[in-house]
């Protein structure tokens, strides 16, 4: 039961810590909240004994993509305090869709709620070694594919990252 | 599964051409491969072979790689010269190739982690080149909304799958469908997953109302790359589209087909009465691109067995064109600096043979007989009219009355406007593959049986 | 098929604690220290200090673009990386082939890392 308790305490911190990035004025503050987040939300993921992604998500993430995230803010110029004005009907707009999209997520929620079993659920299925086998045999193409994707990144990155000398 | 490693391994060739320096062979090298690969994947024709259950290589798989090949092939020596540039040479090169990677993958996959994947590989090289002209302010504003946007419309896709694998359990598209007519009640977070993905797959082939990127995208970036992803990403994200839509999904269709159907008529009418505006050609041709993502949402809609081949047909005609008039925008452009309507007054007086070209390219956009165009558009009338979408039928046929205007009006710049009299010079490999597009304009519009009798 | 459960959500309870003993003890370090510390606010004592010389302009500069490529590609690497934990757990198991399966995926790579050498995209200048 304590698994419970954890699950709504971190639901509440990973919605505030979220909350905290979109309202908070100054982007370096964003950046920290969203670690917290990403925090939080590994926490789930020890809580789905999903143990491997938990500590991936913490490295990757929270460690090497926020650190990302704060060098972009701080190639920026934070010296101007200026927030691009934005009209009300952009507002609005926004408001109306997002808030379409939570009602849509919430309704198909609350109607899945007696729909879904946990009869085929397998409590180790994400532990390393299973995933391990699953990646490496039933999923071998994509994992070569990705490759590729992170070659295409680097060389996308030198590129424009470079100053093209010569 | 040919197609994938021979073009992934060029890529990757390309990439160590600069160390090893055979940079100036590099360009037939590529050239060669692509025809390799073309000759090797029509090796897989009929074969039907499932590659790890990840990729399936059945016809229609075959169909459009070859189509994309074709119509890299030909971007290919359009764009020769970028390729010039020195420094970066062998990065565009295989930024290209890995973007070619990711077409392939997303016309053949089976699963929704190629998908994504194959999503990704064709996206990531297309932001990079979008912004490839550094000192362009434009070009950079170009990649940035780019990949703001399209990163935001891959978590739509991504959060999708997650529904659609949380109800049913699998990545499989077979096992998805099994379960979608298994006749047990499906969790209602199925039907969300579904309209998640469809809202990514929509931003990708910038149908309305997710098509705002793709002005500003296609003005700014260059003119290659424009084209690049005026003909082969847009082919390759509908192949996919209906990959998934036609087949994997058809067991749900009366929760999409609402959806698709407003959205096909807002592409439709959004895409030609925005054209109609604009002054830049460039500008002009992505709102252009935009409507004729929704003519091809006609076929999808229309889900019949008529409607692979239509799309097939549509895809060809259609990229076709536009890399014979995204070339011809290029060499004025470049010649003229400045992509505005004007820039064209006059042409038939000064380059008779763009002027021509041009014009058949047009008209098969536009769509009149004989050229491509005409059957393409015939044949996704057919095709919705068979499947009952008469009202949609009729909203396209008006959406493309506007087409005509907008294309003509170019056409009558060239004809019927005083030039300033300079003639513009252009390369003979340009003008040999400009005659050969046109020939093939005309033929594909004389001779529809040999595609539209494939799939 | 699948192994059995060898661990639970609730085994990773010491490593909470510990996360919370660490953070306790910055919190409860950072706060003592500004109780029992003296306090002297004048305005030298606030002034930020570097090296005697008077602070010019803010701290608040565009950076670099240099750091930023280094950090891309050290994110591109450690995803590279990440791939290899649940390979080496499985390595017995996966035999040869799952061997030459990462042989093919870090070829790739090391083709790209070579290309980064080669493009001087990690020197300094």
Redesign the interface.
Known sequence: M??TYLFYLLSFLAIMFALMVVFSKNPIHSVLYLVLAFFTIA?HY????A??LAA?HI??YAG??M??FL??I??????KETEPHKSVWLKASAAVASGSLLV??V???K??AG??SAK?F????G???????T??N?????????????????????????K??? | MKALILLSSLGVIALLAEIFSFKKLLYPIVLLGLITTFVLNMFDWDTNKLYFKMMQFDNYAVAFTAVILVVAFLWFIMAEGFFKEESNLTDHFALVLFALVGAVMMVSYTNMAMLFLGIEILSIPMYILAGSNKTDVSSNEAAFKYLIMGAFATGFLLFGIALVYGATGSFDLSEIAAAVSGGTALSSIFYVGVLLMLVGMAFKVSAAPFHFWAPDVYQGAPTVVTAFMATIVKTAAFAAFLRLFSTTFSGVSETWMQTVWVMAALTLLVGNITAVMQTSTKRMLAYSSVAHAGYMLLALLAANNYSNSAILYYASAYSIGSIATFAIVNIISDAKNSDGVDAFNGLSKTNPMLAIVMTIALLSLAGIPPTAGFFAKYFIFTSAFMAGNIGLVLIAIIASLIGVYYYFRLIIAMYFKESDGQTIAVESNHKIVLVIIAIAIVALGLFPDYIIGLL | MLLAVQSTPLDFLPIALMFVVALGFVVIMLFLTHQLGPKKKSKVKLETFECGIEVQGNARLPFSIKYFLVAILFVLFDVEVIFMYPWAVNFKQLGLIGFVEMLTFVGFLLVGFYYILKKGALKWE
């Open positions: 304590i698994t926490g020890v809580l789905l004994n143990q491997f991936v490295i990757v090497a993509i650190v990302l060098f972009v701080m190639l920026l110029n934070l010296n849509v997520l309704g198909s929620l109607g899945a729909i879904q085929t397998d409590a180790s299925i532990l390393i070694e299973n995933l391990g086998q990646l490496f039933d999923f071998l193409l994509p994992f070569e594919v990705s490759s590729i994707l992170l070659l295409s990144a680097m060389v996308g990155a030198v590129m424009l990252g470079k093209s000398i010569k």
